[in-house]
């Protein structure tokens, strides 16, 4: 009987350390939802120099997810987060697949600092530096190829859903 019991122990030990198969992580995948309607503007000139169709971030899960989980962006889109009040906010790339521009935006709107080419998956924060109430993320290398520079502006519309 005892005999019969160590070995129904043994058994049931054995069956318990099996290793199950992981779960496989599913991907997930976002696409892009139009918003509204951004520009940006030259500072020295009011000329136009740049379009964009937004995606606006403005509640607590917008802001933590951003632009997570997208493969690729058209190039006359972003994501416009707006914040209740003008502060120092910082950003990371933590599940973001694509290269960004981090444009950091004062409450007026104007351009107050840009991070350039922030690096995919990368969990560095990144700082304004300066206190901001609107962030604007759009693909890299564009705020050096449409030539934005702190002080320039934006202006944007929501268009209806």
Do not use: W
């Not at 000329?47 to 006359?76: C, H, P, V, W």
């Not at 109430?133 to 320039?152: C, K, P, R």
């Amino acid at each position: 009987m005892v005999r019969g019991l160590i070995l129904l122990l043994v058994l049931c030990l054995a069956l318990s350390c099996k290793e199950e198969p992981k779960a496989k992580v599913v991907s997930k995948t976002i696409s892009f939802t139009k918003e509204g309607e951004l520009q940006v503007y030259r500072n020295s000139s009011d000329s136009l120099i740049g379009n964009f169709d937004i995606e606006i971030a403005d509640n607590e899960y917008e802001t933590q997810t951003g632009l997570m989980y997208r493969a690729s962006m058209e190039k006359d889109r972003g994501m416009l987060f707006i914040f209740p009040d003008e502060r120092i906010h910082s950003f990371y790339m933590k599940n973001t697949q694509i290269p960004l521009d981090i444009l950091y935006l004062t409450s007026d709107m104007k351009v107050a600092s840009i991070k350039e080419n922030a690096e995919p998956y990368n969990e560095t924060s990144i700082s304004s530096g300066v206190p901001v109430q609107y962030v604007l993320e759009i693909n890299a290398g564009l705020s050096q190829e449409l030539g934005i520079e702190a002080g320039d502006s934006i202006a944007f519309r929501k268009t209806a859903p």
